[in-house]
């Protein structure tokens, strides 16, 4: 099934219909054009190239939306995000909409609540970066669990140039990602860095070549997609509490998810098919 982000077949019958400047694709297309597309993997695409993804408030709207209905669909065990065309993943927010607010109208504004649902879904998010991922761009991509970057991929926080500091995450992934020092070097003079250098300081998980970008990350959320999904959710929530819990709480919470997987009919099958020798078949139960 395709699903095309204004298609109102895409919406459960109270629920309005995605911002045409999302896309959702599920399955998303096959990595490298073999066969059919996983049908566990969705792609999300943002939609506006003439403004490098730029993202503003219906582009926010419809990722959260997009990502809520996705983290409900059993039959969807993994997500990639993507910018459309080569030149951005996003390019941040639109600056000229930003320059005359104030703490009051940014306040009453919202959009944090979609910047929370994004980074609360329970699905592996990969990102699939090419171009600019600047600002905004960039704590989106953050806010995944895994990002594919190509070769021709900028990362960067450059808010205070403007004036202003990241204000969706970025000072509190970066720093999580690459350190306290770079963080603050990267923060502080609002220095863009290459994929290379992305990749050296911990902050993706591959460099591929450019025009691959999305086949190699559609690729990993197929291998993603093909364990058993309670496992799989239960392993990132885990390993996200490690960045905001104790060594010793992070090992009791891990203790008690390992054990609770026990009760599970996909920890009965995956240890059945490893002494039989055969290919287990999950059921996400």
Request: charged fraction near 20%.
């Amino acid at each position: 099934m395709v699903t095309e982000a204004t298609a109102g077949s895409a919406n459960g019958p109270d629920e309005p219909p995605l911002a045409p400047v999302v896309r959702v694709d599920l399955p998303a297309p096959p990595a490298f054009g073999r066969g059919s597309g996983d049908p566990g993997v969705a792609l999300v695409t943002i939609d506006r190239p003439a403004v490098l993804n730029a993202l503003d408030a219906a582009v926010l709207s419809g990722l959260a939306a997009a990502f809520r209905r996705l983290d409900a669909d059993p039959t969807c065990r993994a997500i990639v995000l993507s910018g459309a065309g080569t030149r951005a993943f996003a390019a941040g927010a639109d600056i000229k909409g930003m320059v005359d607010a104030t703490p009051a109208t940014i306040e009453t504004a919202g959009g944090f609540e979609h910047w929370e649902t994004i980074s609360a879904v329970g699905l592996p998010v990969i990102a699939a970066v090419r171009g600019f991922a600047l600002g905004g761009g960039c704590e989106l991509a953050l806010q995944c669990d895994l990002i594919v970057a190509g070769d021709d991929a900028t990362f960067g926080q450059p808010e205070i140039k403007l004036g202003i500091i990241p204000g969706a995450g970025g000072t509190q992934r970066l720093t999580r990602a690459v350190g306290k020092a770079r963080a603050m070097e990267l923060i502080l003079t609002g220095r863009s860095i290459d994929a290379h250098e992305a990749e050296r300081l911990g902050m993706v998980s591959v460099v591929v070549p450019a025009e691959e970008t999305l086949d190699r990350a559609l690729e990993l959320a197929g291998r993603i997609a093909a364990m058993p999904p309670l496992a799989v959710r239960s392993a990132k929530a885990v390993i996200a509490a490690a960045q905001e819990l104790s060594l010793a709480e992070g090992l009791r919470i891990e203790r008690r998810v390992f054990v609770d997987l026990f009760a599970t009919e996909d920890q009965h099958e995956g240890m059945t098919a490893f002494i039989e020798k055969r290919q287990p078949h999950w059921t996400g139960r």
